[in-house]
Nanobody
């Protein structure tokens, strides 16, 4: 069973940066797909970015050019570097493995204007 634990959320001003981390255990880390999703108050959970293998990455249009997903195979970590943050990026961010439909507990990101 894949287990996912997010960290790195917080409060930041618009234009600032944050880096989220997702610690992955319970599966061959190097080959599985891991994604980031987010859910703002009153809205549905939405796709942000995902990564599989060594270099295959996808991004939602709303974050392209601002967010970067990466992984550290030695540490079993997936990162989401978020730059040029906007108030509309405020949400709880979740780590997800589609293979087992596993979710982390989420980490809150708040961007003030």
């Amino acid at each position: 069973q894949v287990q996912l634990v997010e960290s790195g959320g917080g409060l930041v001003q618009a234009g600032g940066s944050l880096r989220l981390s997702c610690a992955v255990s319970g599966s061959p880390f190097s080959i599985i797909r891991i994604g980031w999703y987010r859910q703002a108050p009153g809205k549905e959970r939405e796709f942000v970015a995902d990564i599989s293998g060594a270099t295959y990455m996808r991004y939602a249009d709303s974050v392209k050019g601002r967010f970067t997903i990466s992984k550290d195979n030695a540490k079993n970590l997936v990162y989401l570097q978020m730059n040029s943050l906007k108030p509309e990026d405020t949400a709880v961010y979740y780590c997800h493995n589609p293979g087992q439909n596993s979710w982390g507990q989420g980490t809150q990101v708040t961007v003030s204007s």
